[in-house]
């Protein structure tokens, strides 16, 4: 199956400082997307991005699927960006869905 | 916010029980999947389902049956559960299995003495 990794496993920022958290993955897909689980463990999607760019308030992704990764970037990071972000990368065929989520990128920002 | 919710929400059981854990949404939403989450191993797919009665295994599906009679509900059975079953589990769905983001449930964090 595919496999994913997360870098960095763990990042420590100042408040309105800017990341990028990076997600390899080791074959084709046609499926990715980006989670945010915050402290209290509630998982909300922030892109699904197979290829290309996006861009949603201060955060945004890009993916070159020709490259077998993708990025996400936080500018003016603020203390609600704090938790775990995973992204997940599938090859989807025929209805056929199995995922395959990174360990997570953990964030912490220092008011 | 997606309508899901998972049932029960915290579940303390003693190994050999028969559990059950209920997934409901109210978007009509086609997909649906069940996911344990461990530290260390992020989230694993165990079962998922693509309609009514129509369901097929993920990454760690051995112990684990699912169920799903109506579109709104997905039951995951846990038919004699073990310690190594001791997880948080979250229900997820989706229009459709590309193009199409995912919406998580809550979570239920389930131990097993």
């Known amino acids: 199956g595919i496999q994913v990794e997360q870098s960095p496993p763990d990042l420590i920022l100042q408040e309105g400082a800017n990341s990028t958290l990076r997600c390899n993955f080791s074959?084709?897909?046609?499926?990715l997307q980006w989670f945010h689980q915050n402290p209290w463990g509630q998982l909300i999607n922030l892109f699904y991005i197979p290829s290309g760019t996006k861009q949603n308030g201060r955060l945004s992704a890009t993916t070159v699927a020709t490259e077998r990764y993708s990025l996400l970037y936080i500018s003016s990071s603020q203390t609600t960006d704090s938790g775990v972000y995973f992204c997940?990368?599938?090859?989807?065929?025929?209805?056929?869905?199995?995922?395959?989520f990174g360990r997570g990128t953990s964030l912490i920002v220092h008011p | 916010d997606a309508g899901i919710t998972q049932s029960p929400r915290h579940k303390v059981t003693e190994t050999g029980t028969p559990v059950t854990l209920r997934c409901h949404q109210t978007e009509n939403h086609r997909y649906m999947y069940w996911y344990r989450q461990d530290p260390g191993h992020g989230l694993r797919l165990i079962h998922y389902?693509?309609?009514?009665?129509?369901?097929d295994k993920g990454e760690v599906s051995d112990g684990y049956s699912v169920s799903r009679s109506k579109t709104e509900d997905f039951l995951l059975t846990l038919e004699s559960a073990t310690s190594s079953q001791t997880s948080v589990y979250f229900c997820a769905i989706s229009r459709s299995a590309i193009g199409e983001t995912q919406y998580f449930g809550p979570g239920t964090r389930l131990l097993v003495l």
């Open positions: 997940a990368a599938a090859l989807t065929s025929g209805g056929s869905y199995i995922p395959t």
């Open positions: 074959d084709s897909v046609n499926n």
């Open positions: 389902s693509y309609g009514v009665k129509d369901t």
